[in-house]
Nanobody
Framework: QVQLVESGGGLVKTGDSLRLSCAASVRTFTGYAMGWFRQAPGKDREFVAAINTIGTRTNFADSVQGRFTISRDNAKNTVYLQMNSLKPEDTAVYYC????????????????????WGQGTQVTVSS
């Protein structure tokens, strides 16, 4: 059973930074590619960022490119989303997701690729 627990969300102002964390309860964290998605009220869930199993490849949505970074600490079974220069349009519930990719080095940007999801953490950016 894979459990993902996000933390680090909150209420910030435009231009501020936040770092989200996602702790994974898995036996072989290095076998999972990880992703972050978000869902704003009334909108579909959208891709934000992804990282491969060993942290050598990443992918970002155009809307966050240059402002967000994704990283992972495989020793701590944790993936991070560093969010800088936040904007009101970044307001959403942010979800961590995992997919088994043992031996693979690709990243997945589609939500349908991910088998496991966290409960989400709210990020609100005020103007």
């Amino acid at each position: 059973q894979v459990q993902l627990v996000e933390s680090g969300g909150g209420l910030v102002k435009t231009g501020d930074s936040l770092r989200l964390s996602c702790a994974a309860s898995v036996r072989t964290f290095t076998g999972y590619a990880m992703g972050w998605f978000r869902q704003a009220p009334g909108k579909d869930r959208e891709f934000v960022a992804a990282i491969n199993t060993i942290g050598t490849r990443t992918n970002f949505a155009d809307s966050v490119q240059g402002r967000f970074t994704i990283s992972r600490d495989n020793a701590k079974n944790t993936v991070y989303l560093q969010m800088n220069s936040l904007k009101p349009e970044d307001t959403a519930v942010y979800y961590c997701a995992a997919v088994w990719r043992q031996g693979g080095l690709g990243v997945s940007t589609s939500s349908t690729s991910y088998a496991y999801w966290g409960q989400g953490t709210q990020v609100t950016v005020s103007s």
